[in-house]
C-alpha cells in the first residue's frame, strides 16, 4: 500500500505541486495515518533534483497544511470535546475536577507541551485533541504548532534532499541515520516527560 501511495504521490506532485504538499499535510495532522515521513522527503528530493519547486517551498507548504489540519482538530475538540466530556467524562473517570487542573497545567505548560509535541512522531498529530479540550489559547496553540511544524518539516526535507545527494545513503547507509533520529527522538521523550508529562501529573 506504502509503494502504490509512492508510486501515485511522486507522479502527482508534478501536477499538485505545493497545494498537494500541503494538503497531504493537513491530513497528516488530523487522524488519517499518513505519516509525514512520506509526504516532506519525496517532495524535497524531487525539487532539489527536477526544480519547478524549491525545497523551502516545501518545508513553507508542509508547515501552512500542518496547522490547518491541527486547527481543525483543535476546535473539533474544543467545541465537541468538553460537553462530552463534561456529561460522559465521569464513565471513563475523568472528572470536572481534572479538567479544570488539565486547564491550570495549559496555562502555565501548554504551548511548550504542543510545541515538543510537533517534533514527536505519532503524538504530533494527536496533541489538537487535549489542547482543544483544554483550551489552551489557540493564538499560542498556532505558534508553537507553525514553529514545532517548520522544524520538523526542515528536518525531514533535509533527509529527502541528503538522500537525493548521496546513494549510498538508500543503499546501506540508513542505520546511521536511524541512529541520529533515535537519538534525537530520546532527547524530545524526555524533554516531553519533563516538561510535559510530570506537571501533567
Known sequence: MLQDFL???LNALDQGGYWLVAALMALESSLVPLPSEVVIPPAA???ATRGGMSVA???IAGTIGSWVGAAVMYWASRLLGRPLLERYGRYVLITPQKIAAAEAWSARIGPMGVFVARLLPVIRHL????SGIVRIDFRWYSIATLVGSAIWCSVLAWVGVKAGQDPALLRGEVHALGLWFGGGALVLGLLWWFLVRRPAR
Open 7 to 9: 508510486h501515485w504521490y
Open 45 to 47: 528530493h524531487i525539487a
Open 57 to 59: 517551498g516545501v518545508v
Open 127 to 130: 496533541i489538537g485533541i487535549p
